[in-house]
């Protein structure tokens, strides 16, 4: 009789440690899964709000030219100014670049060596005009795009413009374009002379390839 | 001999009863068996609006991805986004517990390595907590 009451009572407890791991909540769980699809699509812009800003002539209206001059000399500084309207390509500020390519006539390279140029991202408005005052005023963001102009006359320029786009396309408001510029030591023969929106053909053009 | 054969009948009477326990207890937690039981699996709150955007490097690689439109009662819990791409491959994953939540919530990501903008065709996610 002893025997089984021994019996019983390591069976009893045994019992109770099961029936305890039994009762672990597992009622408060939040599960969830879900998707989002992207979908892609291109938007072609040619032509832009163009001009450049010119040291030598520091009120000289240059937005009408059918070019647009860069150079880095003293007291001859050259910059362009490029700002293209996105609002055609109906890209929500929710979407984004998956890759943009802005190109560039040159109709007049460097004569003795090739140029890195850099596109710094304009942080306001600018008026069509721009004296050079009023451009050297302006606050620019950080450059992300650069290109080389190389020494040959009349070629069309390739320039990967990815992250600035997406920005541009996350903040509308903010897409003041960029200022194109030679930031180099001058040398003999460093301007670069490229067609601008009012040229005849080969405007400048932004190809945007993104997702929405 | 009677006293053997009572004793016997008890310990089958106990232990048809500790089996119906063993039963019960191994249910696992992770078995997802829990259906069978009491629990309740629901969502933390209407996940209809939630939706990512990512930013991109110059070469068109994703450098981040965040995730909005999360309800504040799914603060503390650990979201999972998955960048997908053809065929429903994924491309990159990753994992992060949401913090306290104010009027909205938002969850960012980075480090997904090398995936191309481009090749990415959606965003699949998973919310869990308690």
């Not at chain 1, 040619?46 to 450049?52: E, K, L, S």
């Not at chain 2, 309740?40 to 965040?66: D, E, F, K, P, Y």
């Not at chain 2, 306290?100 to 990415?120: D, I, K, L, R």
Request: one cysteine or more; aromatic letters at 6%; hydrophobic letters at 40%.
């Amino acid at each position: 009789m002893r025997r089984l009451a021994i019996v019983v009572a390591v069976t009893l407890g045994l019992g109770c440690s099961a029936a305890f791991a039994a009762t672990l909540s597992v009622g408060t769980w939040h599960l969830w899964a879900g998707s989002q699809t992207l979908r892609k699509a291109q938007c072609t812009v040619t032509g832009a709000t163009d001009t450049y800003a010119d040291e030598s002539h520091p009120t000289t209206n240059n937005s009408a030219s059918t070019t647009l001059a860069e150079q880095p000399d003293a007291n001859k500084r050259q910059w362009i100014y490029l700002q293209f309207d996105l609002t055609a390509c109906n890209i929500p500020t929710s979407g984004g670049a998956d890759s943009a390519t802005l190109s560039l006539f040159e109709s007049s390279a460097p004569k003795n060596a090739s140029r890195t140029i850099t596109l710094a991202p304009v942080q306001s408005t600018w008026p069509a005009n721009l004296p050079f005052a009023t451009a050297l005023a302006l606050t620019y963001g950080t450059s992300t795009a650069s290109f080389a102009t190389g020494t040959t006359n009349s070629v069309a320029i390739p320039i990967t413009v990815t992250a600035d786009v997406d920005s541009f396309i996350k903040s509308p408001s903010t897409a003041f374009g960029w200022r194109i510029s030679d930031g180099s030591a001058p040398v003999t023969g460093d301007q670069a002379i490229f067609n601008s929106s009012e040229a005849a053909a080969n405007k400048p053009q932004l190809v945007i390839n993104y997702e929405k | 001999m009677k006293l053997l054969a009572n004793i016997l009948g008890l310990a089958l009477a106990v232990a048809a009863t500790f089996v119906a326990c063993g039963a019960a207890a191994s249910l696992a937690l992770g078995s997802q068996s829990l259906s069978a039981g009491s629990a309740a699996v629901t969502a933390c709150g209407g996940l209809n609006s939630l939706t990512a955007t990512r930013n991109v490097s110059n070469a068109g690689n994703v450098t981040q991805v965040n995730v909005g439109g999360i309800p504040t009662a799914c603060s503390g819990e650990t979201l999972s986004v998955t960048l997908v791409g053809a065929a429903n491959a994924s491309l990159g994953s990753g994992t992060a517990t949401l913090g306290s939540c104010g009027a909205t919530c938002s969850a960012t990501f980075s480090s997904f390595g090398t995936v191309s903008a481009a090749n990415v065709t959606g965003y699949s996610f998973g919310l869990a907590g308690s």
